[in-house]
């Protein structure tokens, strides 16, 4: 498969299974960021566009041998929410707790010789602020919500009336609040030059760099199943709704 570098991040992690993985490994920001034309996002992350090109192509050509069981492009947006909430809302949570434990932990343990600790500590409390209200917010308004509108269309009705107006409205919020996170967690993996543990660090110390770093790799693919995939379905079937064909 031949990679068409003209076309941006978004783009291709919709069209290549696996390229979520790869930009992940190239440390190229494709929720967020997916806007960015591929090129410049290399650029961006001091990658070869040439080398990561490779990369999804190789991507490209493991699914066609073990193609991945769901095409959220394709399945009821009712089934994309069931998804985002019971696979990462709930890991979120899950580990937004555990490391808060893990955090004070290793803080009393090395604090004193690792200042950047602390800082790490007090910007994970700002996410965890930041990202349980957000959560609560998409299951209790959005999600019903864009079910509800889903429902209503497929049955050749129109879509529910809402308080918010336009579904566009908590969308553009809750992109907003992804932006946030992602920043928050990009400090994170900065101060802690990249979750690299000292050479005192114990096993605790340890525990707590590998599960920043895949909440943070889990936080990026839940952002993208809402930013790209979610998010535009919704809005294209509300106009769907106001504009039939």
């Known amino acids: 498969m031949q990679i068409n570098i003209t076309k941006t991040v978004r783009e291709l992690a919709l069209e ?3 390229a979520t993985r790869v930009f992940e490994k190239a440390g190229i920001d494709y929720c967020c960021g997916g806007w960015r034309p591929f090129q410049d996002a ?15 192509e190789q991507a490209a050509q493991a699914s066609i041998i073990a193609p991945e069981s769901k095409d959220w492009q394709t399945q009821p947006l009712s089934r994309l929410t069931a998804h985002i909430t019971a696979k990462h809302h709930s890991f979120t949570r899950d580990e937004l707790a ?8 290793v803080c009393s343990a090395h604090g004193q010789n ?3 600790l602390v800082r790490i500590q007090r910007l994970f409390r700002e996410l965890s602020h930041d990202l349980i209200p957000h959560m609560q917010k998409e299951e209790a308004v959005l999600f019903p919500y864009i079910e509800q509108m889903e429902a209503s269309v497929s049955e050749g009705g129109k879509a529910p009336a809402a308080f918010f107006g336009t579904v566009q409205n908590p969308i553009r919020m809750m992109m907003l609040e992804h932006e946030t996170a992602g920043d928050i967690l990009k400090r994170i993996r900065q101060i802690s030059d990249g979750f ?10 340890q525990t707590l760099y590998k599960a920043l770093d895949a909440l943070e790799q889990d936080l990026h693919l ?4 809402e930013n790209n995939i979610l998010f535009p379905r919704a ?11």
Do not use: F, M, N
């Not at 001091?46 to 990561?52: A, F, G, L, P």
């Not at 839940?222 to 199943?225: E, T």
């Not at 809005?235 to 064909?245: C, F, K, N, R």
């Open 98 to 105: 555990r490391l808060d434990a893990l955090l004070s932990k």
């Open 42 to 56: 290399c650029a961006a992350a001091r990658v070869s566009t040439d080398e990561v090109a490779g990369w999804l």
């Open 114 to 116: 690792h200042a950047e």
């Open 235 to 245: 809005v294209a079937l509300e106009g769907s709704d106001q504009h039939p064909s």
């Open 222 to 225: 839940h952002i993208h199943l």
């Open 196 to 205: 690299s543990v000292p050479e005192d660090g114990c096993i605790s110390y």
């Open 16 to 18: 290549i299974p696996g």
